[in-house]
Each structure stands twice: as C-alpha cells, then as structure tokens.
C-alpha cells in the first residue's frame, strides 16, 4: 500500500512537470532610457576647469537588471520579466556625463579612471528610479548631485531632484509607457542639476588649474 502511494505521488509530480513543460515561456522584455549624445564640437567653456564625474552611488536595487515598483510608503518590488538592457546606475552614470558635457560650459567632463585627473569631482546618488503609484500611476526619479574638491575631499555644493513624473497611456497604460515617463523624468532632472551646477561656478568663478 506504501509503494502503490509512492508511486501515485511520483506519478503526480511527473505530469505536473509536464504540463508545466509545455506551457508558454513569458518572453523578458529589456528596457533602456534615452543616453542622448554630447555636441561634436562644443563651443568655447564657460568655466576653465576639467570635471571627473565619479561611479553613481545606488542601493543593490539599482545595480541589478529587474525594474523596480513601488508598493505602499515602505515596501519595493521587482518584476521579473521586465527588465533593464543596463544596470540603472550606470546608465544615469552615462545620462549625467552627457548632459554636463552637453552644456559646453567645461574643459572638459570624465570619467573617473586611474589616469584622469580633474579640477572637481562629480558624485552622483541615485535614490529612486521607479514606477510608484501616488495615487495615480507615476514615475519616480530622486538624484543628488555633489561638487567635490580632490584635494580635501569636501563638498562644496549640493542639489537634488526629485519628481514624479505622470505616466501616460489612458487606461491600457505598458511598462513602456513607464519607461517613457521615467526617460523624460531623468532628462528633466538632469538637465535641471547641471544648469543649477553652472549657476554655481557663475556665482564662485573658479581658478585655473595652473592656479590651483
């Protein structure tokens, strides 16, 4: 009687199996926001100093490929089907270098490297990049960017973004739509902070390298 049970249960887990077996395998779709390119030929800098922008700092969430959602105040998801093509810190990380490069206002803007050497660094957080629903479905993007002397390893400015940006897409609203809200979101933030950067070095005239 034990045995024919066993069996029975063997036999149950088998065609489980198999019908899982030959159901649909969900497609994982992969998803980026718009990196954007930096002008060929920049005019003249504004502000003769050389910008190293540093690793985007970001909590595990943001350096794995899942998109994240909001749930509640506290509580964050992840889909499993939906997906970035990069890790969001770095491609915030590129977003940013474009967008500051963009401006024409520096010498130049880097990327930290162990020959580049800089007049300021760029430190970036990333604090959310999200589909939240506030109640409305929205998309989130929190960034704050730091001015950092190399030489005492201070801040010497500070700014943040935060928004919610509303998503389109009426009542049959896709993760693209998200994804559309989100882009715009991230440009808009972006470009606001390195114009808000700008403003500072028109208020602190900064010194040449040779100065420095």
């Not at 992840?78 to 990380?93: L, N, S």
């Not at 704050?144 to 801040?155: A, I, N, S, W, Y």
């Not at 009542?171 to 979101?185: C, M, P, Q």
């Not at 208020?203 to 100065?211: D, E, K, N």
Request: with cysteine.
């Amino acid at each position: 009687m034990q045995t024919c049970r066993i069996m029975k249960a063997a036999l149950a887990f088998l065609l489980a199996g198999i019908v899982a077996g030959c159901g649909a395998t969900r497609p994982v779709k992969y998803y980026v926001l718009d990196v954007g390119s930096a002008p060929a030929n920049p005019a003249a800098p504004t502000y003769p100093v050389s910008l190293v922008v540093t690793r985007v700092q970001a909590a595990h969430l943001y350096r794995d490929d899942r998109l994240v959602y909001g749930s509640g105040h506290v509580e964050l998801g992840t889909y499993e089907y939906e997906r970035w093509a990069e890790v969001p810190a770095d491609m915030i990380e590129d977003m940013l270098l474009t967008s500051l490069r963009s401006t024409g206002a520096y010498r130049s803007v880097s990327r930290i490297g162990s020959s580049v050497r800089g007049d300021y660094l760029v430190r970036g957080h990333l604090y959310a990049l999200d589909e939240v629903e506030t109640p409305a479905l929205a998309a989130r993007f929190s960034f704050q960017l730091e001015l950092v002397d190399p030489k005492t390893g201070g801040t010497i400015w500070s700014d943040t973004y935060s928004h919610d940006e509303p998503v389109n897409g009426g009542k049959h609203v896709a993760v693209a739509d998200v994804i559309e809200a989100l882009d715009r979101n991230v440009q808009a933030g972006l470009q606001q902070l390195s114009g808000n950067l700008g403003q500072y070095f028109a208020a602190h005239p900064p010194q040449t390298s040779a100065a420095r």
